[in-house]
């Protein structure tokens, strides 16, 4: 007992076939999708060849050549003409008193760097939350980012005049409480500390960013129902504020300790001289005098791959570390 | 003939299907809108026959050409997205240009078409203006204009006005069933308010899971569902389903009698699903009416209409009813009267209906 | 200032305590800039008694004069720019065509390829295998070779490809169904509404190419190549080495410790004009690239 109903529609229903009897005309194979998915997306893969190509030549091709870390390479017979030695490269270098000491002052100057470099940002950024005059944070956020686009060449011009013996200023004002002029950047327990602190003024700045970022993310009625309970701002800094950047700290330390075995070596390249090399050389910078500047190309081949191997395990085990303890992975 | 025509169409991702076989004939100048609840494949139907979703199977064709392997700007279609998609850096008019200028019409011929469209959805004093800078109503305005300056022979309309508050929603429904009338251009429009559909659509499509539930007019979907599917889910409030068993001479609910019009044909004892529309029932008797008693549990006021929300037996069930400006006289309701035409009668099992008489 | 009046006494207290340690803080990163600006245009003399420590004394610009009239420095200057203009070009040539493929999910392949670049992040093959890759492509000592071998990174192509990722995807749908192809999409759409993340890894190969030092002073052997930076580098480490040059050169008015100085102004004074309209962008663009949620 369908009812009746005269819509305006009735002349359209009239025209129309209702549900098609099944029978499709024909399917469009794989092939063929796969075919028309090139003929109407080759732009894309146009658009990243360049890239994949550029990747191959400069980042693969010498991942290929690092097979010299187990060859006797001469430049003459090249990369796959040289004869195989096996291990012995890393032999030379386990035996290498100044390579492991390389290793051991890479260690030592990333852990310096973790104890004072990396909480020193996170200090920063709580007390610029603490600043409530707009301009006054605004000017002093922009000048402590400066030193981050300073070029090494420069920062280490900085540190050599201001070190220096005679005249530099740090040298004065120890000549004002009568202390007899120092030439740190010749005295090796002087190389870390001016290192390092050269460090923290030059990157604490910017990397508060992160952390503050991290402060902006907090949800403001925690601070106002905070206050309504009656806490200080010291009490809200350490019961609202850092634990709720706490995962962002745990990110970036994860973070340092997975690059613990890169020390930025241009900066120590800079700054350091044969007098300091017993605190001073770090694995790069060795590799760089053995290969680059005394053309021992597969022994610091060898002590590079050595490098690259044990930071890409700690890179993936800090990976690792961040998804399981924060839902947040670094890729 | 611009129609769009759907057979056995399929979508897969991966092992996954989602759209299981959809046939559909949309007729010339027909508007038909494709409705469902959120994840039954209509939006990725639609994507179908624009063009950004492949067909894993089945055939499309529009004007009698199969599309399968055309690319989207090919097809002579075109779309209004449901975040309206306009490109923020340009202006009103650059918008609308947009695909024009990329087809290489000249110059002059795009500001004529520009003007014109622009003066149709009332954006002449816009042209200027970038998107950040107008109306949710504007922008869906020009979202139009973006497909009406191509004059395409379908537009395709993806949830065009979920983003809009409800009033607004109510306006610019009009208007696009008006631009309909005014173009009269072949449109496929999704979305998952069933008022929408009921308003715009010359022929509604229910969707569900993957699969088209029932096809017609407004009307007959509403009157003649096919299943408890299709009848919950157009109407608002949706219709009441009770279960119940038919007997020698209508239905029986729990220990209420219900008349229904034509006969059972023997079935009685059968179980079934018992549904009447909340704006069916009556307060009086009437000639062919049946009484269900109820323990009324709130009534709201809308206005010249009331909803009475109440129990009967295990069930929640909600009426509509008139209040003729007051409310006195719903407070205590303790029956009401279902005429037996408007019952409908669905299986327990499957949820179809039942055709009744016969 | 409405919140300052509802603080107690104490959030007062330690609101004073912590602006006056920014505010030590931030001189102190300051100071080191003044002090060298004082330096260069102190006369020798007096930068070698230590007597200048906040203001040039016996103001002078003899300094500056001795590394104007250096030829070298003017073209060490000229290939800095070559360096920093051409390497950002070619970095922006790879990088948004690379990162806008890499955003599409209609790109087969597209997990691997995003690993193969992401790989080069996490392994590399050192300095070595790197320098002896060069000299067999036959870049030693090539300018075009420096622009090329450091045009792109990893981070800099998955930070820009995040954001092209975020952009919701009807808007390649809708320039599609407007008949754009992959390349007008990407010219006509996608990159107007990336300015800010273009800006972004625009400013770091500004940033990254000015200040490159190490790969050119190993690459570059030929003195009308090498960039400032090197330059800067050889003079510095040259007067400091040479004993004779302060002797002589301080009654001159000047000495090595006022020319070092004079040159790094020199050379952080572009910088210095560019810093304040990139700093709105490193902000955003350091947190784009950072942790992919």
């Not at chain 1, 893969?45 to 990747?55: D, E, K, N, R, S």
């Not at chain 2, 759907?6 to 027909?30: C, D, F, M, T, W």
Request: aromatic residues 12%; glycine residues 8%; neutral net charge.
């Amino acid at each position: 007992m369908v009812e009746e109903h005269s819509t305006a529609t009735q002349s359209i229903q009239d025209n129309v076939l209702q549900a098609r009897e099944a029978a499709p005309l024909h399917s469009d194979g794989k092939m063929v999708r796969l075919l028309d998915h090139f003929k109407r997306e080759w732009q894309l893969y146009v658009m990243l060849a360049p890239t994949i190509i550029w990747f191959l030549v400069f980042l693969y091709k010498p991942m290929y050549g690092l097979q010299i870390a187990f060859k006797d390479y001469s430049i003459f017979r090249g990369v796959a003409g040289s004869p195989w030695v096996g291990w012995e490269h890393f032999e030379t270098l386990f035996s290498n008193d100044q390579f492991l000491r390389a290793i051991g002052n890479t260690i030592k100057i990333s852990a310096l760097n973790l104890i004072f470099g990396f909480p020193a940002p996170i200090i920063l950024a709580l007390m610029f939350n603490e600043i409530l005059n707009a301009r006054f944070k605004k000017t002093a956020q922009t000048i402590v980012y400066l030193p981050h686009f300073i070029s090494s060449v420069i920062i280490a011009g900085i540190v050599i005049t201001a070190f220096a013996p005679t005249g530099g200023i740090v040298n004065v004002i120890l000549g004002w409480f009568g202390i007899d002029s120092i030439y740190f950047l010749t005295r090796p327990e002087w190389f870390r500390p001016i290192f390092v602190g050269t460090g923290i003024w030059q990157e604490a700045g910017f990397g508060s960013i992160v952390f503050l970022a991290a402060i902006a993310g907090v949800n403001p009625s925690l601070y106002e129902s905070a206050v309504v309970d009656g806490a200080n701002r010291w009490q809200m800094m350490w019961k609202i504020t850092i634990p709720s950047i706490m995962p962002t700290i745990l990110i970036m330390l994860i973070i340092r300790i997975g690059n613990i075995m890169e020390v930025s070596f241009e900066l120590v390249i800079l700054l350091y001289q044969p007098a300091t090399y017993s605190t001073a050389d770090v694995v790069n910078t060795w590799v760089y005098r053995q290969g680059l500047q005394s053309g021992q190309y597969d022994l610091a081949a060898a002590a590079g791959l050595f490098n690259a191997v044990v930071a890409f395990v700690l890179v993936m085990t800090a990976n690792t570390l961040s998804r399981r303890y924060s839902r947040t992975s670094l890729w | 003939m611009a129609g769009v025509s759907l057979s056995n169409i399929i979508k897969r991702y991966g092992a996954v299907q989602v759209v299981h076989g959809i046939n559909l004939e949309v007729a010339e100048k027909e508007f038909v809108v494709l409705v469902g609840p959120s994840g039954c494949g209509k939006s990725t139907t639609l994507r179908m026959i624009a063009g950004l979703e492949e067909i894993s199977e089945g055939d499309l064709l529009i004007d009698e050409r199969r599309m399968n392997r055309v690319a989207p700007k090919d097809r002579d279609v075109a779309m209004v997205f449901q975040n309206y998609a306009l490109y923020p850096h340009l202006n009103v008019a650059d918008n609308m240009a947009f695909g024009l200028r990329i087809r290489r019409m000249p110059k002059d011929q795009i500001a004529t078409t520009i003007s014109e469209t622009a003066a149709i959805l009332g954006l002449t004093d816009y042209l200027e203006r970038r998107p950040a800078d107008l109306s949710g109503g504007q922008r869906q305005r020009v979202a139009m204009g973006r497909a009406i300056v191509r004059h395409p022979k379908v537009f395709l309309f993806d949830e065009p006005l979920s983003n809009l508050d409800a009033k607004l929603r109510t306006q610019m429904r009009a208007e696009i069933k008006r631009l309909h009338n005014r173009l009269g251009v072949t449109s496929v429009y999704v979305t998952h308010d069933q008022v929408e559909a009921m308003t715009l659509a010359d022929r509604i499509v229910v969707m569900n899971d993957g699969r088209i539930e029932q096809v017609g007019t407004p009307m007959e979907l509403f009157n003649n569902p096919v299943n408890t599917f299709v009848a919950g889910f157009l109407g608002s409030p949706p219709m009441n389903q009770m279960k119940g068993q038919l007997t020698e001479t209508g239905a029986r609910i729990g220990s209420a009698e219900i008349k229904i019009s034509g006969a059972m044909n023997g079935d009685a004892g059968r179980d079934v699903i018992i549904g009447i529309r909340p704006e069916h029932v009556t307060l009086e008797p009437g000639a062919q009416t049946s009484v269900l008693p109820i323990e009324l549990d709130l009534v709201e006021p809308l206005g010249s209409e009331a909803l009475l929300h109440a129990r009967f037996g295990d069930d929640n069930v909600m009426f509509k009813t008139e209040t003729h400006g007051d409310l006195s006289h719903l407070s205590g309701v303790a029956e009401v009267h279902i005429p037996a035409s408007r019952v409908k009668i669905f299986d327990a099992e499957t949820g179809n209906a039942l055709s009744l008489g016969g | 200032m409405m919140k300052w009046n509802l603080y107690s006494r104490g959030d007062k207290f330690f609101a004073i305590v912590v602006s006056v340690l920014i505010g030590m803080f931030t001189v102190a990163t300051l100071y080191p800039f003044i002090y060298i600006a004082a330096v260069s245009f102190s006369s020798g003399f007096a930068a070698q008694a230590g007597k200048v420590v906040l203001t040039p004394i016996d103001a002078t610009v003899e300094a500056y004069g001795y590394i104007l009239v250096d030829p070298q420095f003017w073209i060490s200057y000229r290939n800095t720019f070559i360096y920093t203009i051409g390497g950002t070009v070619m970095s922006l040539a790879f990088i948004i065509p690379g990162a806008y493929a890499l955003s599409r999910p209609q790109l087969k392949g597209r997990r691997f390829f995003n690993l193969f670049i992401a790989f080069t992040m996490w392994f590399n093959a050192g300095l070595i295998p790197f320098f002896l890759n060069m000299r067999d492509l036959g870049l030693l000592d090539s300018m075009f070779g420096i622009i090329l071998a450091f045009a792109v990174n990893a981070f800099n192509i998955i930070l820009l490809r995040n954001f092209f990722e975020a952009i919701p995807q009807s808007f390649e749908e809708a320039a599609r169904m407007d008949g754009a192809n992959d390349f007008q999409v990407l010219w006509k759409v996608y990159m107007p509404l990336s300015k800010p993340a273009i800006a972004t890894i625009t400013l770091f190969c500004i940033v990254s190419r000015w200040n490159g030092f190490f790969w050119a002073m190993v690459l570059l052997q030929s003195e009308d190549k090498i960039p400032l930076q090197v330059f800067l580098r050889h003079t510095i480490s040259n007067l400091s080495d040479d004993d004779e040059f302060a002797i002589v050169q301080t009654a001159a008015g000047f000495s090595a410790e006022t020319v070092t100085a004079a040159i790094i102004v020199c050379s952080i004074i572009p910088v210095l004009i560019v810093y304040p309209f990139i700093q709105k962008y490193f902000e955003k663009g350091i947190l784009l690239g950072g942790v992919k949620e």
